[in-house]
C-alpha cells in the first residue's frame, strides 16, 4: 500500500518570509497525483497545489510552488511571501491512477506564521 | 463557491450507542467519501460511494459501518455500536467523477465515543 510521511508536525515561518513543508511517500507506481491540501483551524480541507507524477515540471499556483523529485519519491511544498492567513494543518496526500479515488494522507504539518 | 458541508461540527456519544454523521456534498459531485482521523495520527480512508452503491472500502470499514444517501442529497455514515477507539475526526468528501483528481472536503466531524 502507498505510504504518505510528513516528518514535520510543526513549523513556523516569520510574515513574508518562505517556508518549506517536507513530504515523501513510498509507491511501485509510475503514474500518479499527488497534493498539498491546507485546512485552517475549524475549516475544511482545501486544495492547494497538485502535481500529476507524469509532468516534468513544478506545479506552481501564486506563491504556493513543489518540488517533485520522483526518483526520491519526494513532494515538498515551498510558500514564499507568507502570510497570517497561510497559518493551517497541511496535509500532503497521494492518489493512484489505478486502485481507485482514494486518497493517502500524511500526518500533517501544523504551520504557524509568526507577525 | 460551492462547498461539502458536514453536521453536526462535534458528536457526544456513548460507547454502544449509534451516532449518524451527516454530510451535504456538492450537488453535481457523483462520488462520495468518508474518511477518518485518529488524534494525533493520519487521515484513513473509509469508504467511497458512487451511484447508490460502496465503490471501495477500507478493513475499517467493518459491519459497524454503513452508508447511505437516503434522499438524493445527504450522504450519512452510521456506527452501528460505537466504541472508543471510533473517536475521531470524520471527514466527508466529494468529486465530480473518477476522472477528475481533485475531491472536496467538509470541516470534518468530531465524534467522541465515553
Known amino acids: 500500500a502507498q505510504t504518505v510521511t510528513q516528518s514535520q508536525p510543526e513549523m513556523s515561518v516569520q510574515e513574508a518570509e518562505t517556508v518549506t513543508l517536507s513530504c515523501t511517500y513510498d509507491t511501485s507506481e509510475s503514474d500518479y497525483y499527488l497534493f498539498w491540501y491546507k485546512q485552517p483551524p475549524s475549516r475544511q480541507m482545501i486544495l492547494v497545489i497538485r502535481q500529476e507524477a507524469y509532468k516534468q515540471q513544478n506545479a506552481t499556483e501564486n506563491r504556493f510552488s513543489v518540488n517533485f523529485q520522483k526518483a526520491a519519491k519526494s513532494f515538498s511544498l515551498k510558500i514564499s511571501d507568507s502570510q497570517l492567513g497561510d497559518a493551517a494543518m497541511y496535509f500532503c496526500?497521494?492518489?493512484?491512477?489505478?486502485?481507485?479515488?482514494?486518497?493517502?494522507f500524511g500526518t500533517g504539518t501544523s504551520l504557524t506564521v509568526i507577525p | 463557491e460551492p462547498e461539502v458541508t458536514q453536521t453536526p461540527s462535534h458528536q457526544v456519544t456513548q460507547m454502544g450507542q449509534e451516532v449518524i454523521l451527516r454530510c451535504v456534498p456538492i450537488?453535481?459531485?457523483?462520488?462520495f467519501y468518508w474518511y477518518r482521523q485518529i488524534l494525533g495520527q493520519k487521515v484513513e480512508f473509509l469508504v467511497s460511494f458512487y451511484n447508490n452503491e460502496i465503490s471501495e472500502k477500507s478493513e475499517i470499514f467493518d459491519d459497524q459501518f454503513s452508508v447511505e444517501r437516503p434522499d438524493g442529497s445527504n450522504f450519512t455514515l452510521k456506527i452501528r455500536s460505537t466504541k472508543l477507539e471510533d473517536s475521531a475526526m470524520y471527514f466527508c468528501?466529494?468529486?465530480?467523477?473518477?476522472?477528475?483528481?481533485?475531491?472536496?472536503f467538509g470541516q470534518g466531524t468530531r465524534l467522541t465515543v465515553v
Open positions: 450537488s453535481n459531485h457523483l462520488y
Open positions: 468528501a466529494s468529486s465530480e467523477g473518477s476522472w477528475v483528481t481533485e475531491a472536496f
Open positions: 496526500a497521494y492518489r493512484s491512477t489505478n486502485t481507485g479515488n482514494q486518497f493517502y
